[in-house]
């Protein structure tokens, strides 16, 4: 199979286990809190990694490769910048429904063009205008001034979105470094560290059924990594960006498996407007890379 196409089924794979990751999270913040919902999934992926490791032939000097890796701080900031975008990114889901939290996701890059046009100015053209108005239009919708999600929570998923594109922008930076499992292991080692201080002062010892729950929520999350990290190994994060929104389907399925709702006409009406702005930015940079290449 050509990279580009392992590339998408890889990136759709991801998709796939981060709606069921998350879907997974909303159950679980109910009687867990998210902030230990994130350390669980760090130190459950740690304490997997020391396993695993024991059988090798050198386990000691690949811990020690992992404790000093090839750039270290380089790949110790994207590992830290994960762990924050998932404590935001669990928050977030368990604040609203997984549908709607992963729409609102997606507009952060329609956010950053509007913040980009009234703070600094910057010239837009109309087909980034037209972008902006369907992604306002479809946060109007998803929203709604007379609904239920119009509230402070509905910036959380958001903000997740804004932190998550920025890790995999640093994941890029250093796969000649890291591989896959390199970057999982990093961010078992600076998520449990990170977190286990305020995990320590919110703890719950979660009964059988919810520990189970969170194994498969760590499952879940750590394939969508591997699976994450893998795809953009093989393509650029431009190329594979239009192929995430393939998670607003997935999520509709979560919603409709583990709560059984659907939301309204005027929601997924809203969804597919966000889509759409987010698809015209898409088509506006490409456009612009082969000027941008030929002016260099």
């Known amino acids: ?51 695993l490791s024991l059988p090798s ?40 429904p997984v549908t709607e939290a992963a729409a609102l996701g997606f507009t952060a890059p329609i956010l950053t063009v509007a913040m980009g046009m009234l703070l600094l100015h910057e010239r ?25 999600l119009f509230r402070w929570a509905a910036v959380v998923p ?14 890029r930076d250093i796969r000649g470094v890291a591989d896959s499992v390199g970057m999982t292991v990093q961010g078992g080692l600076v998520g449990t560290l990170l977190l286990a201080p305020l995990a320590a002062l919110i703890w719950r010892t979660p009964d059988v059924a919810t520990a189970g729950l969170v194994a498969v929520f760590v499952a879940a999350q750590t394939c969508g990594l591997l699976t994450l990290a893998a795809a953009v190994r093989r393509a650029e994060v431009s190329a594979l960006a239009p192929w995430h929104y393939s998670r607003l389907f997935f999520a509709l399925a979560m919603d409709a498996a583990l709560f ?15 889509a759409l702005g987010g698809l015209l930015l898409l088509v506006r940079a490409e456009r612009a890379a082969p000027a941008a290449r030929a002016g260099e």
């Open 260 to 274: 059984g709702r659907m939301p309204d006409s005027l929601a997924l009406a809203g969804c597919g407007l966000i």
């Open 158 to 171: 958001v903000a997740a979105a804004m932190l998550y594109a920025l890790y995999q922008v640093m994941a």
């Open 57 to 96: 032939r050198d386990p000691v000097g690949a811990w020690r490769r992992a404790v000093a890796p090839a750039r270290p701080w380089a790949q110790r900031a994207t590992a830290a910048m994960l762990v924050v975008s998932t404590v935001v990114a669990v928050w977030g889901y368990a604040l609203v």
């Open 1 to 51: 199979m050509p990279p580009s196409r392992l590339a998408i089924l890889l990136i759709l794979l991801c998709n796939a286990f981060y709606a069921a990751g998350y879907g997974l999270a909303r159950v679980l913040s109910d009687s867990l809190d998210p902030l230990q919902i994130t350390f669980l999934r760090y130190a459950l992926v740690l304490g997997a990694a020391v396993t």
């Open 124 to 148: 837009v053209t109309a087909l980034r205008w037209l972008a902006v108005i369907c992604g306002f239009a479809g946060m109007l919708l998803v929203l709604r001034p007379d609904g239920a």
